[in-house]
């Protein structure tokens, strides 16, 4: 396993998937920054309105699409010049293999959602919000993000294993980011819609409370973690039985 995770590691040190993880964070943070005058001085819940403002942007277009990309840039070697072929003839397991690159999938979401943490509390600091931050509040906003990832990553990882096309994965992924607007209107289908689930679990839901926001946390994380491991045991047993 630690082969395979200085393998991944080497193939990705010097690749744009890296720089990749800042741009949802710093556009959020521009987001935030530049609607300050959504924010009164001295305002209660003030870094409640600027996660909700910001996590709206990251968590409904950017965290979807980059979780889509992640996964295809690292399954994109092992198409090309039959990548699959030498990587499967070493001395490694498939569920290895298969389990690296969700975790390396998951490692880079968790900087994506550190950096958006970082670019909150910046922009907070820079616009003077004089109530103390809630550590609380924002630490469950970012893990709760990347929780609801899980379903998604495990979802485009089995897309991307499965279509030797780099761009026909990431196609997919847009076409079912773009309707998150509407969906989550929904809350009879919003709850069980990979794409939308990390915007329902980062938002804080006194911003929004329509829809499937009115879901409660609990039911919600239910439905992340089956709906997880239904994705993750699908695309592993069809990794598993590929031809190469």
Known sequence: MMRMFRSEWMKLRRTVIWA?????PLLAGVTGFLSAGDY???????WQIALGIMGLLHAMLFLPLLTGVFAALLCRFEHTGG???????LPVSRSSVYAVKF????????????????????????????????WRMLLVSALGGWLACLPLAALQLAVSVAWSSF?????????????????????????????AQPLLAMVPRDEMGFGAFNLSPETLLGVILVSFVVFLLGGWGYFIRKAV
């Open 20 to 24: 990749l993880a800042v741009i949802s």
């Open 40 to 46: 009164e001085n001295g305002q209660e819940g003030v």
């Open 83 to 89: 990548g699959w072929k030498q990587l499967l003839a």
């Open 167 to 195: 761009a026909a994965p990431l196609a997919v992924n847009v076409i079912f980011t773009i309707p998150n607007i509407l969906i989550i209107n929904s809350a009879q289908y919003g709850p069980y819609y990979p794409w």
């Open 103 to 134: 975790i390396y999938i998951m490692l880079l979401l968790a900087i994506t959602q550190l950096l958006f943490l970082a670019a909150l509390l910046a922009t907070g600091l820079l616009l003077g919000f004089a109530e103390p931050i809630p």
